[in-house]
């Protein structure tokens, strides 16, 4: 018996026609592998992860995925499915179920911007367009993950998110997807998700989850400025003057420490009510996803992250409906100048430390780096808050 897909599935072109034909179809992408059967399974779990789809093909084939968004990403960590297509088994459902199955790994937490990226939008993608009506099976299970993104998993599904390593038993499926669909780093591609969602969608979603009471900057009375302040790496050195300067422009400020970030029920609804979210590149700027369309994001760039910056958090504001501020540091602004000098390849050329690998430069550039904003050059840091004024008083 076939399952239908409301909204479609991931898979397109030959492998579309593949799984309409065989039940059966893989979506290789540049950065996720995702499996989909819209018929009968079963799924077994006494072992790691088994699924058994039902074929008439006399060739009988086998597929290995490892369950996580992004596969350019070390999985060794990452606990493989085994997908075996068979014209028969042996195997008898202990648990039958009426709704497909979505299978995934939690293997890499512990980071805001990861978890994010890399598990919650991938969710979304790939499970929004079944209405709650789908089960997931979390491979390399994490109880905190789940206590922790409780609201949005909840959402996304109706029914309790099983452990395999705590349900050693056979389960039967209508249908399902192992793996998770990703598309670029904190994006959704409307025109490839089930449904057309889009980063309007997922933003709004945000909203609703979490009871957040701004939708556009607009709405919110007195500009409200909400200052990142890390506590370890790419700190800002001379935090208090920074504070004075941006209270001084006519901006209340908030400042949220990196500790205080993990409890989204109420970092959601502060970073909301706020008109600017301002920090140095890292994890917390992911929070700008909570911002309310309108609102302005400000990334600090230390040396030697430029691309990482405008990759990761600064390319992103324009789907997010954000305006969005990069004030990239002088050389003496960063406190690697201490300790190499000015005119050391670290400071003048980071693109020949980089081309020595990543454990250089990130030793370097993102767990030894801190940032001292010179007052001196407040006058060239001083406008972008300028501008941010007149463009919130335009709303």
Not at 96 to 119: C, K, M, R, Y
Not at 303 to 311: C, F, H, K, N, V
Request: aromatic share 12%; net charge negative.
């Amino acid at each position: 018996m076939q399952y239908t897909f409301r909204n479609g599935s991931f898979i397109a072109g030959e492998d579309l026609k593949k799984l309409e034909a065989t039940g059966f179809a893989c979506d290789r992408a540049e950065h996720s592998f995702v499996c989909v059967a819209n018929r009968s399974v079963i799924i077994d779990t006494t072992t790691n992860i088994t699924v058994y789809v039902p074929t008439n093909q006399t060739v009988q084939e086998e597929t290995s995925v490892r369950p996580y968004a992004r596969q350019e990403d070390n999985l060794q960590y990452v606990t493989p499915v085994k997908i075996l297509q068979r014209n028969s088994t042996s195997r008898v459902c202990q648990y039958n179920h009426q709704i497909p199955a979505v299978v995934f790994s939690t293997a890499f937490i512990g980071n805001l911007f990861h978890e994010f990226d890399d598990l919650i939008i991938p969710l979304f993608i790939t499970t929004r367009h079944f209405e709650s009506r789908v089960l997931l099976i979390m491979e390399d299970h994490n109880p905190w993950f789940l206590s922790k993104y409780s609201k949005i998993i909840s959402r996304l599904s109706g029914y309790q998110v099983m452990n395999p390593a705590a349900n050693r038993s056979i389960h039967c499926f209508p249908g399902s997807v192992v793996g998770l669909k990703y598309h670029n780093n904190l994006f959704l591609n409307c025109s490839d998700i089930p449904g057309g969602y889009s980063m309007s969608d997922f933003r709004q979603f945000l909203v609703e989850t979490y009871d957040l009471k701004f939708w556009h900057v607009s709405q919110i009375r007195n500009p409200t400025l909400i200052l990142v302040s890390r506590e370890k790496t790419r700190r800002f050195l001379n935090e208090d003057e920074i504070v004075r300067m941006m209270q001084e422009v006519g901006f209340k400020v908030v400042i949220v420490r990196t500790q205080e970030l993990s409890d989204l029920d109420k970092i959601s609804k502060v970073v909301n009510s706020c008109s600017v979210l301002v920090g140095v590149h890292g994890a917390g700027l992911t929070n700008e996803l909570f911002l309310p369309t309108g609102a302005v994001m400000v990334q600090v760039e230390p040396l030697g992250l430029e691309w990482a910056s405008a990759t990761y958090f600064g390319g992103p504001t324009e789907t997010m409906g954000l305006h969005y501020l990069r004030y990239k540091i002088t050389p003496e602004e960063s406190s690697l100048v201490e300790f190499y000098g000015r005119n050391h390849p670290v400071i003048m050329d980071p693109a020949s430390v980089f081309a020595e690998g990543y454990r250089v430069p990130g030793l370097l550039y993102v767990d030894q780096q801190d940032v001292r904003v010179d007052p001196g050059i407040y006058s060239l840091f001083l406008p972008p808050f300028i501008v941010i004024g007149l463009v919130l008083r335009t709303f």
